[in-house]
């Protein structure tokens, strides 16, 4: 199993409007691509010793190829208007995906 994070910054004053494009794009994304091959999602942002103009959006995914799948499947054309609403928001440089392996999972 697989956490995949997509980290990204946002300027100062505008998470709420971050937030609003990220959650319309996972419902678009969970529906339309391979995204729907996701475990679990999280969508978290800075709070104590990290800046609130930070957001990770998190999933899990059983393995890298369900991963690979998704990503190659964000070409869909429903998903551009996201892409294309989220990018003046996206601090330039900031954003990365970050992969961790679970080795072990606890309830």
């Not at 429903?78 to 961790?100: E, M, N, T």
């Amino acid at each position: 199993m697989f956490v995949c994070e997509w980290h990204i910054d946002i300027p100062f004053g505008r998470q709420a409007e971050a937030l609003e494009i990220l959650k319309a794009w996972n419902l678009a994304k969970f529906a339309h691509t391979e995204f729907r091959r996701v475990r679990s999602h999280r969508l978290q942002v800075g709070h104590l010793g990290v800046s609130p103009s930070h957001i990770v959006d998190a999933y899990i995914f059983e393995s890298l190829a369900d991963f690979e799948a998704a990503l190659q499947s964000l070409s869909h054309p429903l998903l551009k208007q996201y892409s294309d609403a989220i990018a003046p928001l996206i601090v330039p440089g900031s954003q990365h995906w970050r992969v961790l392996r679970v080795v072990e999972e606890q309830r």
